[in-house]
């Protein structure tokens, strides 16, 4: 049993090492420096098509 769970956590412990540089080479600049990372922007919701009044219409 003990030796399953030591298992389990190496290799746990081998894909959350290996997974840490892909996720910061995103936030280095040409020269391998790092840099702020750009935010990620949410996709903007379409809103359903109201009218003046507020009425919901067709979307054009």
Same mark, same amino acid.
């Given at each position: 049993?003990?030796?399953?769970?030591?298992? !389990? &956590?190496? =290799? &746990? =412990?081998?894909? #959350?090492?290996? !997974?840490?540089?892909?996720? =910061?080479?995103?936030?280095? @600049? !040409?020269? *391998?420096? &790092?840099?702020?990372? /750009?935010?990620?922007?949410?996709?903007?919701?379409?809103? /359903?098509?109201? @009218? =003046?009044? *507020?009425? &919901? #219409?067709?979307?054009?």
């Amino acid at each position: 049993m003990m030796t399953r769970f030591a298992a !389990a &956590f190496a =290799a &746990f =412990a081998l894909i #959350t090492a290996s !997974a840490s540089p892909v996720l =910061a080479a995103s936030c280095k @600049d !040409a020269k *391998g420096k &790092f840099v702020k990372c /750009p935010e990620k922007k949410a996709p903007v919701k379409k809103a /359903p098509c109201k @009218d =003046a009044k *507020g009425k &919901f #219409t067709k979307c054009k």
